[in-house]
């Protein structure tokens, strides 16, 4: 129950997409459910989660470099504002020196000096512009590099963790679904049988559940061998799924047991619902092996009422299937009611 919890979770999370500080909490549960049940691509999922610390080791270099080119021009800017008032001081400090001079004491040679001292000065603040202008070209360009490097690695990152994002619902699926016939699987039953609960406790619209089983299997088995007696099994499946509406359910529930769950249907409208399924199925032409090989299936039919409980509504729809055998199979049965 547990591992179903944190497994509808998750599917919702991806559903709902990811913020980037949650990507590896997320993965961390993905690694733990999906390579706990198949045993396999653990090393994928390690492998993702390796690349995504060295993405984030990455992202934590270049906030340093940032702060340090930044930094850099901090500090190219206090020393073109400290050189170029240095220069702007001196400057005004020679005008002082000769407006404070006596009239009549200033030479054409102190003029000329005066000149050659203001032009100098100059000289040093456009030399500090230019240095300071070649060093913001230098840490610009540098900052550009830097960021299109984390352009490319954000894209890579988002890449992997859409790819990774795919996996993780293809491996749902896989667990989920039933290997030999494609339909869903018991477990998928129970997640879905929940919803289904939940929606008849609140709302207590119409809601049937079937327990389908095939008849005398195991003389399939027995008598064609198990290679025949899988055919079956898929095409039964098969019939089922194709019979019923898109809005039902149907799953294997185990060995040749199958469930369906069908909502908004009354027990009356289920009965023709399975009768629409069982002569699908008794009209399916199965061959093994150029021998034609009977299949017709039995059904127990219940319908949710009152205060149940879903263990009391598959228990009277198990009774009934079993009641619809002992009546001669090929039929179906509700519980409780008739069998036809």
């Known amino acids: 129950a547990e591992k179903r919890a944190t497994l509808q979770k998750l599917y919702g999370d991806l559903q709902n997409g ?5 990507l590896v909490d997320v993965l961390d549960s993905t690694v733990e459910i999906v390579v706990a049940a198949l045993g396999r691509d653990q090393s994928e999922f390690e492998s993702f989660l390796n690349s995504l610390d060295s993405k984030l080791a990455f992202f934590d270099s270049f906030v340093r470099d940032l702060n340090h080119e930044l930094g850099q021009l901090v500090s190219g800017s ?3 504002d400290g ?5 702007l001081s001196a400057i005004r400090d020679a005008f002082n020196e000769m407006q404070g001079a006596p009239p009549g004491e200033v030479a054409a040679g102190d003029v000329k000096q005066l000149q050659r001292q203001v032009f100098a000065n100059l000289d040093a603040v456009a030399g500090l512009l230019t240095e300071f202008s070649t060093g913001q070209v230098h840490y610009v360009a540098a900052l550009e590099a830097r960021l299109a490097e984390l352009q490319a690695e954000v894209a890579a990152l988002q890449a ?3 790819l990774a994002r795919q996996r993780i619902v293809d491996q749902r699926d896989k667990l989920l679904r039933d290997s030999l016939t494609g339909i869903a699987n018991r477990e998928a039953y129970e997640l879905r049988l929940a919803d289904e609960y939940k929606r008849w406790r609140r709302y207590k619209r119409p809601l049937s559940l079937v327990v389908a089983d095939i008849d005398l299997f195991k003389n399939v088995n027995d008598s064609y061998g198990h290679a025949a007696g899988d055919k079956v099994l898929k095409i039964v499946a098969k019939i089922m799924a194709q019979q019923l509406r898109e809005s039902d359910f149907v799953a294997r529930y185990g060995g040749e047991e199958f469930v369906f769950l069908l909502p908004e249907t009354s027990l009356e409208a289920a009965t023709l ?17 150029q021998a034609p090989v009977p299949i017709t299936c039995s059904f127990g039919l219940a319908e949710f009422a009152d205060e149940d409980t879903v ?16 009546d001669g ?7 409780p009611g008739e069998s036809a």
């Open 160 to 162: 992997e963790s859409d």
């Open 311 to 326: 263990e009391a509504v598959f228990e009277r729809a198990d009774q009934a299937m079993y009641r619809a055998k002992r």
């Open 273 to 289: 619902a399975v009768e629409k399924v069982r002569r699908a199925i008794e009209a399916s032409p199965f061959k093994f092996k």
């Open 83 to 87: 050189g170029v008032n240095q220069q």
């Open 18 to 22: 990811l913020a980037l500080d949650a």
């Open 78 to 80: 206090e020393h073109l």
């Open 329 to 335: 199979r090929n039929r179906y049965a509700c519980q």
